[in-house]
């Protein structure tokens, strides 16, 4: 089966930097999501990576380590929009051919408070 | 261009009745995904589709839950017997092929008295 781990909740401060890790385990692993979602709203994409190393896109940044499956997204220059809840996820491929399936973990609540 | 739509945004049933939870992907999109998530909790997988086949069912909590996808767009949810633990937001989501981005769409909030 598949595990996904990531702490419950987290609070920084406001133009502070963040970390959020997640650790899984997981066979035909094909890539690591990244997910924002706000209260009442459904989640958007943040980032994928599939090679292991850091993925920059502006004031977010990820990273992977396959072998360690283990991932952290890095929120910089924090602002008060940024609380949310951040979804980790694993895509991997059953044996099956065309098989695919993305699972979710239980998510981290950000709070930027002032 | 449109996003995933779902309909109804919000659906108020007695347990007990059957509801249709209807989704519709992007145009072009070949794999569609049911989600569901619980007041605080994480997404649930429920199922998947590539085009018109599932080949993921794990997820459908049990046989009172079914999904069908026609014509390679539209999606329907069908809960049978509705019972207070189904309530819950239904998410829909598709993907160009299976393995990218997912968009989701804004979800059908349930409620089982």
């Known amino acids: 089966g598949q595990n996904i781990d990531q702490p419950t909740e987290m609070t920084a401060t406001e133009g502070a930097i963040v970390q959020i890790n997640c650790t899984y385990q997981?066979?035909?692993?094909?890539?690591l999501f990244w997910y924002q979602q706000h209260a009442g709203e459904a989640p958007t994409f943040l980032s994928y990576?599939?090679?292991?190393g850091l993925e920059e896109k502006g004031r977010f940044s990820s990273f992977l380590s396959r072998s360690k499956g283990y991932s952290y997204l890095l929120l910089k220059e924090l602002q008060m929009k940024d609380s949310a809840s951040y979804l980790c996820?694993?895509?991997?491929?059953?044996?099956?051919?065309?098989?695919?399936?993305?699972?979710f973990g239980k998510g981290t609540k950000l709070s930027v408070i002032p | 261009g449109a996003g995933v739509s779902q309909s109804p945004s919000n659906k108020v049933t007695e347990k007990g009745k059957d509801v249709e939870l209807r989704c519709d992907p992007i145009?072009?999109?070949?794999?569609l995904y049911w989600y569901r998530q619980s007041l605080g909790q994480g997404l649930e997988f429920l199922i998947y589709?590539?085009?018109?086949?599932?080949?993921?069912k794990s997820g459908l909590p049990s046989d009172r839950f079914s999904a069908e996808r026609t014509g390679g767009s539209v999606s329907t949810l069908t809960i049978q017997r509705t019972q207070q633990e189904d309530s819950a937001v239904y998410l829909c989501?598709?993907?160009?092929?299976?393995?990218?981005?997912?968009?989701f769409g804004p979800g059908t909030r349930l409620t089982v008295l």
């Open positions: 990576n599939v090679l292991d």
């Open positions: 145009s072009g999109h070949t794999a």
């Open positions: 997981t066979s035909g692993f094909n890539g």
């Open positions: 589709f590539q085009g018109n086949s599932a080949p993921d």
């Open positions: 996820a694993v895509s991997f491929t059953y044996s099956g051919a065309g098989s695919y399936q993305l699972t």
């Open positions: 989501a598709s993907s160009p092929q299976g393995l990218e981005e997912l968009f």
